[in-house]
């Protein structure tokens, strides 16, 4: 069985810092590409960021770049979502799945404040 659990949000002040982690177990990231989605209130889910191990490729929406850095440790068979620079705009709930949407975690809620 596959299962994301997704760990790290919270509330943090404009201009913080928040990491957030994804454990994996039933997959691993040989074999699908992993990566962080967000749903803000009333809309629909968006990509934030995936990453491909098996060809190196990484995504990032235009929203997100320069501030936010998506990295896994495979052994752990975690992937991370470092969050620099964050803004009001960020405050969603962020979820762990992989890029094609086959699977999902629960989600971990993120504030920003201003």
């Known amino acids: 069985e596959v299962q994301l659990v997704e760990s790290g949000g919270g509330l943090v002040q404009a201009g913080g810092s928040l990491r957030l982690s994804c454990a994996a177990s039933?997959?691993?990231?040989?074999?699908?590409?992993i990566g962080w989605f967000r749903q803000f209130p009333g809309k629909e889910r968006e990509g934030v960021s995936c990453f491909s191990s098996s060809d190196g490729r990484t995504y990032y929406a235009d929203s997100v770049k320069g501030r936010f850095t998506i990295s896994s440790d495979n052994a752990k068979n975690t992937v991370y979502l470092q969050m620099n620079s964050l803004k009001p705009e960020d405050t969603a709930v962020y979820y762990c799945?992989?890029?094609?949407?086959?699977?999902w975690g629960k989600g971990t809620l993120v504030t920003v404040s201003s």
């Open positions: 039933g997959f691993t990231f040989d074999d699908y590409a």
């Open positions: 799945a992989s890029c094609a949407g086959d699977y």
